[in-house]
DNA sequence: ACACGCACTGAACACGCGTTTAGTCTGCTG
DNA sequence: CAGCAGACTAAACGCGTGTTCAGTGCGTGT
């Protein structure tokens, strides 16, 4: 376990080690002492490249956004075939950071705050591709949906736990990941309702209470 | 600020503080002596009370799991007309306690094992009632799709200060929950894709991966 | 060979933490 | 009134924390 990281550098095996007990055991419960026995080093080392624990956070922060932002990854929606395959060899590159991507969102450090607009973005991104390609039934408020849909697929990243516990297995695996595709395209494609029931009375509800309509339905 | 609560006893006024604490500041942030001067007692008294840190904790665990299952509420799926001026009035139930669950799901406390297990199944009921009426769309995996549905409730929950940031407006306001209401029914009603394309593609794909679909169509 | 720089360490420091202890005050019960 | 019980506190204890300090050893440039 410890041969394949020998050859980083010690700051690069502190960083990766920090990232690992941050993702673990959250940013307050892991202390330097203990990511420095992890790592094979000092405490002081730690201090010595990086300044303080705050700053070690921040570098981690921003080694960690860098793994999400770096390439164009379209992880949230809509996997077609080859895509599913992509999704599987991701697995294997964003595993380590996804308890820490989780973490960073709930704790709203400023490094969440760019991750969480990339993301958002990159929703916007591809709901805008497949508008133009006519793909897309109309919407209400194309910004809201966007909203929604980066929440539908962090959702699950921030609550992996949980998933893991009612599923018995572990979502982010190929076997999670392969029963979660077809229900997540089904609701996509036809919604869960037959009926407009609902909506036509939210519409009506809506309007009573003197609220119009955010955007163009395009 | 302290009127409202002089008339309650310590003991509730340190459980109620130390709830506001821990949303705030997270678990191990929040430290006794904070708790306690914000509650206007010794650091020692918190302890006569309730034991130790530990158990403060699970008696917070305790109440707020007793907030959110004790009556049936639908805060979950599907508001229409009626539904959304409880929803309104929810969120002053549970507005002090959003923070808490929030930190609660992502921390994996067994008192958060049973929310989230509480949450599920009444989603899982909602859906069968739903179902029942002839409602529902089919679908090819009913319990995952109870999970997803799920976890699209609860994912804006998590993410609060995320969508209130990117808002401009806390979701949980009135004026939130409003602009969500209407893009989330249209989501559930009609999906958002207007092909089948994409769903047809997945299917295709699983198939070859040697995947069987897992329920009923029902 | 020497000196400089840099990765690195062990020991110590101050501090805040959860917790304990010993004790005070208050209100009730006999 | 005596005495007990329980709410409550000030002070202290031990500990683990982040951080500092003084120093060691090694590799490199001169």
Redesign the pocket.
Known sequence: MRSASDDL???ARIRDTAIAAFARDGY?A?????I?REA??????????F????A?RTVCDDYVVGVFIDEDHDLIVAPTRDRIRTALHDLERYGPYIDYLARMLVDGSPAADRLFDSFLSNTRDVLAEQRDAGMLEPMSDPEMTTLLLTLIGLGPVVMRAQIARTLGMDQLSPAGLLRTTLPTLELLTHGIYSTTALLDGARDALAAEGHTPGGDAS
Not at 30 to 34: D, N
Not at 40 to 49: K, N
């Open positions: 550098t010690a700051r307050d892991a202390s330097l002492r203990a420095a094979g080093v000092s405490p002081a080392l730690i201090v010595h490249h300044g303080d624990k705050n070690l």
